[in-house]
Nanobody, 123 residues
């Protein structure tokens, strides 16, 4: 079992930055793929960024490339999502998730989810 707890959301203005954290507990293997997803009202949950726990390879949705950075500190069992140059369209609930089977951008393949943290970007 893996438990995930997100933090760091809030209300910011366009152009501001936020850093989200995801604290993981339980059994995290090097093959685990950690992802950040987001879901805006009336929209489907979408992949934002992901990282392979062991080697640290990172992946991003086109909409956030160059603005968001995902990282992890293995010793702390924590994954971060640094979000810069935020836009109103980034407004959503952001979720941290873990996939035991490796890289995926599909939310249905993920095994564990956090409770989500709200990010609101005003124009």
């Amino acid at each position: 079992q893996v438990q995930l707890v997100e933090s760091g959301g809030g209300l910011v203005q366009a152009g501001d930055s936020l850093r989200l954290s995801c604290a993981a507990s339980g059994r995290i293997f090097s093959s685990t793929f950690m992802g950040w997803f987001r879901q805006a009202p009336g929209k489907e949950r979408e992949f934002v960024a992901g990282i392979r726990w062991g080697v640290g390879n990172t992946y991003y949705a086109d909409s956030v490339k160059g603005r968001f950075t995902i990282s992890r500190i293995s010793a702390e069992n924590t994954v971060y999502l640094q979000m810069n140059s935020l836009k109103p369209e980034d407004t959503a609930v952001y979720y941290c998730a873990a996939d035991r089977n490796g890289y995926s951008t599909m939310y249905s393949s993920y095994d564990y989810w956090g409770q989500g943290t709200q990010v609101t970007v005003s124009s």
